[in-house]
């Protein structure tokens, strides 16, 4: 036993800690008091379950300045909508239902209040028949 040093301990079968405790608070703590690296990342939105990235620019766009503000849909085509779909002789409801839409976004988009969309603006323009975008709006839609 004269061989054996008392200061030296050997561990069978010990693993380092999991990526959690890694993380922790105290383990942060422990790593700064030794010196060792640590880096620090915050997450934009890491706990939410959002699909869509928010833009940095939204605070501003929600106060609608002059210089920056969200284009509508014009009320001429707002019109149109609403005189095509009449001619047709549904509701907004009807409409919504054919282009696969809520009620709402076809009441956004007749009242003029819709931020436009050009795939909702395609769905339209089949649905009723008329060019909707473009130099000739209000004419009848030619089939290719």
């Known amino acids: ?23 922790s608070k105290q383990a942060v703590n422990s790593a700064l008091r030794t010196g ?12 939410q379950n959002k699909q869509i990235l928010a833009n ?7 106060r609608e300045t002059e210089e920056l503000h969200h284009e509508h849909v014009p009320l001429d085509v707002a019109k149109l909508i609403q005189q095509g779909r009449q001619a047709k002789g549904w509701t907004q409801k009807e ?39 473009g130099k000739d709006k209000g004419q009848p839609l030619v089939k290719k």
């Open 1 to 23: 036993m004269a061989e054996s040093d008392w200061s030296e301990v050997t561990y069978i079968g010990h693993r380092p800690g999991k990526a959690g405790q890694l993380r």
């Open 36 to 47: 060792a690296d640590v880096e620090t990342s915050k997450k934009f939105a890491g706990g």
């Open 56 to 62: 940095k620019n939204t605070a501003k766009l929600d």
């Open 95 to 133: 409409l919504a239902t054919k282009i696969n839409e809520k009620q709402q976004v076809v009441n956004d988009y007749e009242g003029g209040k819709a931020i436009p969309n050009q795939m909702v603006f395609g769905k339209l323009e089949r649905v009723l028949g008329m060019k909707l975008r």
